[in-house]
C-alpha cells in the first residue's frame, strides 16, 4: 500500500502538552521553553568520525561506533571509557544493544559482529552481506537481529545459530537504515529510493509502502516508544511523523540541515516529548512534538552530528561528531 503525505494537526501521542504560544493580549505571546541542554561531559578517545552512539538498556553504559573501526564502551556516570573492541576491518557505521545486553555493530566490512561488554570479547561474526552493512538492530525478544546493507537487502539472523534465517530484497538502493517495533512483529527499513516500507517479521511480507510525494531519500527511520508511529529522516532537511496503520504524515519538522548525510533522530520522552536530531550546520536541534516548533538548537563548537541517542531515564541527549576531536559528547537538561 502506498500514500503520500499530508499533515494532521492533532496530538498524534494524546498527551496534554502545553500549547507552541499562550495568548496574553493581542499581539503578545509566550514563547515554548526551551529544555536547556548543555554538554555535560567529553569524552575522547576515538581518531575518526563518531557514526553511532547508543545508551545500554540500564543507561549506565553507552556505546559509540567510528570511522577508526573501533567500538568503544563508556561509563556514562563517569564520563571514562571503559573498554575499546577492535576486529573491523573497515569503518563502524552502526551499534545496537539487545534488551539482555548483548552488543552488535556492523561495518563496511559487509560484518556484524556480537559482542559480550561483561568479558568484552566477540561472540559470533555474522557473515553473508556483499556489500556495506550500513545499520543493525536486535528485535525486544533478543533472539534475532536485522541488518540493513548497500546491498539492497535486509537479513533477519538467527542469534543463537548466528546464520542468516531470511534474505529480503528490500528496495531498489541501499537499506540505510532497519528497525523493530516494541513486540518485535514488524521491522522498517529506509533507503535513498525515497521509500520507508514496514515488514513483517515472521513471513518478510511487505505491508506497506509510504512514500513522500517528492521521493526524497530518507537516511533513518524509527519507531516511537509505543511502537504506534515512525519517525523518518528525510534528506531535504525535514523530519516526518507518520502514522503507518492510518497511514498518514502527521508532523512535518524543519529548522535543521539534512542534505549529505544520514542523521540519525530520535524520540526523547524522560521529561517532555521532544524530537531530538543532529544538523549539518553544526548543531544539535530539538523539537516539541505537539506543536512542530524548534526549542532549541544548540551549537556543537564546529561539531557535524551525524549520530544521537537518548538517554532511556534520565534527561540525557549523546552525540557523536564528524570531525575536529571525534568527540562524544553528553548533554544535560536544565529541566
Not at 573501533?70 to 573498554?83: E, F, H
Not at 504524515?249 to 517532555?272: D, M
Not at 557523536?320 to 571525534?326: E, I, K, S
Request: glycine share 8%.
Amino acid at each position: 500500500m502506498v500514500t503520500s503525505t499530508s499533515e494532521s494537526p492533532g496530538n498524534p501521542f494524546k498527551v496534554p502538552l502545553p500549547p507552541a504560544k499562550l495568548s496574553l493580549a493581542p499581539g503578545k505571546f509566550i514563547k515554548p521553553l526551551s529544555p536547556g541542554y548543555a554538554t555535560q561531559n567529553l569524552l575522547l578517545g576515538h581518531t575518526g568520525c563518531i557514526t553511532a552512539v547508543k545508551f545500554g538498556p540500564d543507561g549506565d553504559h553507552l556505546a559509540s561506533g567510528s570511522a577508526d573501526r573501533v567500538l568503544k564502551l563508556w561509563d556514562v556516570q563517569a564520563g571514562s571509557c571503559i573498554q575499546s573492541l577492535g576486529g573491523h576491518e573497515m569503518g563502524i557505521n552502526d551499534v545496537a544493544w539487545s534488551a539482555s545486553g548483548i552488543l552488535a555493530s556492523c561495518s563496511d566490512d559487509t560484518n556484524v559482529r556480537l559482542w559480550d561488554p561483561r568479558s568484552v570479547l566477540c561472540v559470533k561474526t555474522l557473515t553473508g552481506h556483499s556489500e556495506f552493512v550500513f545499520s543493525c538492530c536486535f528485535n525486544p525478544q533478543c533472539n534475532l537481529l536485522a541488518s540493513g546493507s548497500f546491498d539492497n537487502t535486509v537479513r533477519l539472523w538467527d542469534l543463537r545459530t548466528g546464520r542468516t534465517l531470511k534474505t529480503v530484497p528490500a528496495h531498489q538502493e541501499p537499506v540505510r537504515s532497519v528497525d523493530f517495533n516494541r513486540e518485535g512483529s514488524i521491522f522498517v527499513t529506509s533507503s535513498f529510493d525515497g521509500l520507508v516500507r514496514l515488514w513483517d517479521t515472521s513471513t518478510c511480507h511487505v505491508l506497506k509502502t509510504l512514500i513522500d510525494d517528492d521521493n526524497i531519500p530518507v537516511g533513518h527511520v524509527k519507531f516511537s516508544p509505543n511502537g504506534r508511529y515512525i519517525l523518518a529522516s528525510m534528506l531535504n532537511s525535514s523530519l516526518r511523523l507518520w502514522n503507518y496503520e492510518k497511514p498518514k504524515c502527521l508532523r512535518v519538522f524543519r529548522g535543521h540541515v539534512n542534505e549529505s548525510y544520514c542523521l540519525t533522530a530520535n524520540f526523547s520522552i524522560s521529561a517532555g516529548i521532544w524530537i531530538v536530531s543532529g544538523s549539518e550546520d553544526d548543531s544539535l536541534c530539538i523539537w516539541d512534538l505537539q506543536t512542530r516548533q524548534l526549542v532549541q538548537k544548540a551549537a556543537t563548537q564546529g561539531d557535524g552530528v551525524l549520530c544521537t541517542d537518548c538517554h532511556p531515564t534520565a534527561n540525557l541527549i549523546a552525540t557523536g561528531a564528524r570531525q575536529n576531536t571525534y568527540a562524544v559528547k553528553i548533554w544535560k537538561s536544565s529541566e
